[in-house]
């Protein structure tokens, strides 16, 4: 397996994770108290993790 797979691959794992974190912290805070700042980070961070390890992924061409 090549490098940048695998690296490509824990991008997007943690992409997902960062994704899902900000729907939790989303979905358990409500009115006032929802806290504007870690859903924004952990959001926009989840999203550019996520497109780039996708990206890598496919982009990756497997030489045997």
């Known amino acids: 397996m090549n ?3 695998i690296f490509g691959s824990l ?3 943690l992409g997902i994770i960062g994704l899902l974190y900000a729907a939790y912290v ?3 805070t ?3 108290t929802r ?3 870690s859903l924004a980070i952990y959001g926009i961070l989840g999203i550019i993790f996520f497109i780039s390890g996708i990206s ?3 982009n990756t ?3 045997s």
């Open 3 to 5: 490098i940048k797979r």
């Open 11 to 13: 991008l997007t794992l």
């Open 26 to 28: 989303f979905a358990n």
């Open 30 to 32: 409500g009115g006032e």
């Open 35 to 37: 806290d504007m700042k």
């Open 56 to 58: 890598l992924v496919r």
């Open 61 to 63: 061409k497997d030489e």
